[in-house]
């Protein structure tokens, strides 16, 4: 059973309630983005609001997360993801030994685990 | 100096080659799951695809068939994917003024404002400043272009893939996303106040989880980043 109708009235729903609810804000970004001067205190702050809520992402993500990843030890999770961050450094700030190497040792753990 | 000129064509695509790129694999893994998960709540192959392209935010893509498949109204589907989507705002917002050259082209500004989501935000922080100015809102045209294929492809796979995925595997493959996130950040990272906000952001997103789940990443984000503002800016 599909949640939505069937045909066009289905995508109809997913533009309704997903595409311009989210695409408003791209909108609004490029009025706002026009009278940002990159240099000014105001694209600094913008910046730091953006980090900000970003990090704040990764680490919901990493600490309450939804799906299959909520089926994994807290501690495993925090474990590997402290691990993915040393191997970044330890590889002289190689993303893709950080990223694969976290989610290698991840999957390990979690097999070795249950 | 001998400089050579870069033509918009060849920014472009330079940016396409993004599709080669750590980041497009980590999307591309998340996307699987997200492929997964759509099946799994009976949407169909051709919704699925259709979100990937038209909405280009997974997080948000998943909040939306979250709230569907639990049957929420329209409306309440909507603000649940608009509060989600406010994150989008501050990005686009930053990364404008360093795509826009001298010449006003504001279709291709709002095209390009499609493709920013927090994979092409950060590889634009690490590609765009290379690129001579005039052209850079064509690589950012490429890098999106590139990683949104990758993200609808990931999708379909995903989908296609998903019966018979041992649950182990989707967990890992979700699990590079935070981890990609974090440390493009930190690679991102120029002055003391990036890194600062980077990690006020980590320490009070729990924080406000528990106090204003669903408000918890606004409030992350302006509480987080104006008191790494007010610290990186009080003494230089």
Not at chain 2, 81 to 91: D, E, H, N
Not at chain 2, 173 to 196: C, E, G, H, N, Q
């Amino acid at each position: 059973m599909s949640p939505i109708q069937d045909g066009l009235g289905g995508y109809l729903t997913l533009v309704l309630a997903g595409v311009l609810a989210n695409e408003i804000w791209r909108w609004f970004g490029v009025a706002a983005g026009r009278r940002l001067d990159l240099d000014g205190r105001l694209f600094q702050w913008v910046r730091a609001v953006a980090l900000a809520l970003v990090a704040g992402l990764v680490s919901r993500m990493v600490l309450f997360p939804a799906g299959a990843l909520a089926n994994v030890p807290m501690f495993i999770r925090l474990a590997s993801f402290a691990a993915g961050i040393a191997l970044f450094y330890v590889t002289r700030r190689n993303l893709g030994f950080g990223v694969v190497g976290g989610a290698i040792l991840l999957l390990l753990a979690q097999i070795a685990y249950a | 100096m001998i400089e050579h000129r870069t033509t918009p064509a060849r920014a472009f695509l330079l940016g396409l080659r993004a599709a080669y790129s750590v980041a497009a694999f980590v999307l591309f893994a998340t996307a699987l799951g997200f492929g997964a998960l759509a099946r799994d709540t009976g949407f169909t192959l051709g919704h699925t695809a259709f979100l990937s392209l038209t909405m280009f935010a997974l997080p948000n893509q998943v909040v939306l068939i979250d709230q569907l498949a639990r049957g929420a109204s329209l409306a309440s589907a909507a603000l649940a994917v608009t509060l989600a989507a406010v994150r989008l705002f501050p990005m686009v917002a930053t990364i404008m003024p360093t795509l826009r050259g001298s010449t006003r082209r504001p279709l291709l500004e709002v095209l390009a404002a499609h493709f920013v989501a927090v994979t092409t935000w950060i590889e634009g922080a690490r590609r765009l400043p290379a690129m001579p100015e005039d052209v850079r809102l064509h690589h950012h045209l490429g890098i999106g272009v590139a990683v949104c294929f990758m993200m609808v492809l990931g999708s379909v796979t995903g989908y296609l893939l998903s019966v018979g995925m041992p649950p182990v595997v989707s967990a890992a493959l979700v699990f590079t996303t935070p981890l990609y996130f974090i440390l493009s950040l930190v690679a991102t990272a120029k002055a003391r106040l990036d890194m600062a906000a980077i990690i006020l952001g980590c320490g009070l997103a729990p924080l406000f989880y528990l106090i204003v789940p669903g408000l918890d990443l606004l409030a992350t984000g302006l509480v987080g980043g104006t008191l790494a503002f007010l610290w990186g800016t009080a003494r230089p």
